[in-house]
């Protein structure tokens, strides 16, 4: 799992779908993503959206070690449905997770397959490739095109320290903040996160 990966799926996937150029948004690690594809393939990125992300390397997040901890010790009894096994799964992670709508983003990933209830998510993949996942790959080039950066209020993951190397990689960035929201915008603050992409877009 690394982000050079997920890129080249982005860099494969795209012109098969017959979306290049395009207009990508991407959120934590989706927005490490977008940025790396920006920066690799400029020509398939006709504006780029980022959410509440930066383009450098974080020592340590210990919520992301929390949240793979709380979801891999979730415990269901087999034959529940899925609904149920929402509810019990909503009631193990809230003694870890308070936050409710980061537990609502968790839960979605819940998914029933051969019968039995799994993570979407590859979590024994993303906890042995943490140091990766916390990076970003060093980049020389900038991204020319038009690029907005939408941050959380409350939220650490674009620091005032980082906006040299935001300018530098993306020397067209707009930061726009979005008042009393933390790292997940788009759940928490909808209406204020579809109107930041609308005006930016027109």
Not at 23 to 29: A, D, E, P, Q, T
Not at 35 to 58: K, T
Not at 82 to 88: E, N
Not at 150 to 179: D, N, W
Request: aromatic content about 6%; charged content about 20%.
């Amino acid at each position: 799992m690394s982000y050079e990966a997920m890129s080249q799926d982005l860099q494969d996937f795209l012109p098969q779908l017959g979306l290049v150029p395009c207009v990508l948004i991407g959120h934590s690690m989706g927005g490490k993503t977008a940025m790396l594809l920006a920066l690799q393939r400029p020509e398939l990125v006709e504006r780029l959206i980022v959410e509440d992300m930066s383009p450098v390397e974080f020592t340590s997040d210990p919520n992301i070690h929390t949240y793979i901890a709380a979801m891999r010790a979730i415990d269901i009894p087999d034959k529940v449905p899925l609904s149920h096994a929402r509810k019990l799964a909503d009631e193990q992670l809230s003694r870890v997770v308070q936050d409710i709508n980061m537990r609502k983003l968790m839960l979605t990933n819940l998914v029933e397959a051969d019968g039995r209830l799994v993570w979407r998510l590859n979590l024994d993949t993303m906890a042995k490739h943490l140091d990766k996942i916390l990076a970003f790959p060093p980049q020389q080039e900038p991204f020319p095109g038009p690029t907005l950066f939408l941050c959380g209020e409350h939220s650490k993951y674009v620091h005032p320290s980082h906006y040299p190397e935001i300018r530098r990689l993306f020397p067209q960035a707009q930061m726009q903040t979005v008042p009393n929201s933390g790292h997940w915008i788009h759940a928490s603050h909808p209406q204020e996160f579809m109107a930041a992409i609308r005006d930016f877009l027109v």
